[in-house]
């Protein structure tokens, strides 16, 4: 089945630090694919996305580009912040369907 | 977009109680979701909460252990019944809002942190 695989965490950076967060994807289709943020004590919310092969999402200074051939879709930021710091979730939602299929999320911690 | 609240926001229960977690959106929308997040673990689809019919469970989930309710377009329940140690997770509602794009983006609540003992 569909399923989502994440870099574990927690990763720890300095700030300014360059960051990236691994995610592979198994999928039949074309799933549009999704990073997702969840700040302490908040909900998740979405980050970026990429709905076909070769899309590059980007939002708050962080990338993901959809790479098909080696179906991924890391997500980069060239110097994060301490307010940076929270639980990142790679997802994917199957080819015209609702069911959002996320991976386990990678807690990032930022140093000042 | 859509902001949406969660009632209560914690919760520590006793193991053999129920739990009815509340989640009121500021708009109408047409898909609502329940998805529970266990320790160390990513989101799991509970349902899909269906106004004025039945939920949609997701294998592994039945209508006894989480009765849900969706009386209108901005409101739904989640009950976790008869607990156990094991329902010791975060439950969060999410909704659908109908994008531009070629999908639509789902929104999701603050969640509720339930223990049980």
């Known amino acids: 089945g569909d399923s989502v695989t994440q870099m574990e965490g927690p990763v720890t950076l300095s700030e300014e630090a360059f960051l990236t967060i691994n995610c592979t994807y198994t999928?039949?289709?074309?799933?549009?694919l999704f990073w997702y943020v969840q700040y302490p004590g908040e909900g998740l919310q979405l980050l970026l996305k990429?709905?076909?092969?070769?899309d590059k999402g980007s939002n708050k200074g962080f990338e993901a580009t959809y790479r098909k051939e080696t179906t991924s879709f890391h997500l980069e930021k060239g110097s994060v912040q301490v307010s940076d710091s929270a639980v990142y979730f790679c997802?994917?939602?199957?080819?015209?369907?609702?069911?959002?299929?996320f991976g386990k999320g990678t807690r990032l911690h930022i140093l000042p | 977009s859509a902001v949406i609240s969660q009632k209560p926001s914690r919760d520590i229960c006793q193991r053999g109680t129920s739990l009815t977690i509340q989640c009121q959106v500021d708009?109408?929308?047409?898909?609502m979701f329940w998805y529970r997040q266990q320790p160390g673990q990513s989101l799991t689809l509970i349902a899909t909460?269906?106004?004025?019919?039945?939920?949609?469970?997701e294998s592994g989930f039945v209508i006894d252990k989480f009765p849900i309710s969706r009386p209108n377009l901005t409101f739904s329940t989640l009950t976790v019944s008869n607990m156990s140690p094991e329902d010791s997770s975060i439950y969060l509602c999410?909704?659908?809002?109908?994008?531009?794009?070629?999908?639509?983006?789902?929104?999701f609540g603050p969640g509720t942190r339930l223990t049980v003992l």
């Open positions: 999410s909704v659908e809002v109908l994008g531009l794009a070629s999908y639509n983006e789902q929104f």
């Open positions: 999928a039949t289709g074309y799933p549009s």
């Open positions: 990429a709905t076909k092969a070769d």
């Open positions: 997802a994917l939602t199957p080819n015209r369907d609702d069911k959002i299929i």
């Open positions: 708009s109408q929308v047409t898909m």
């Open positions: 909460a269906n106004q004025g019919s039945e939920a949609t469970y």
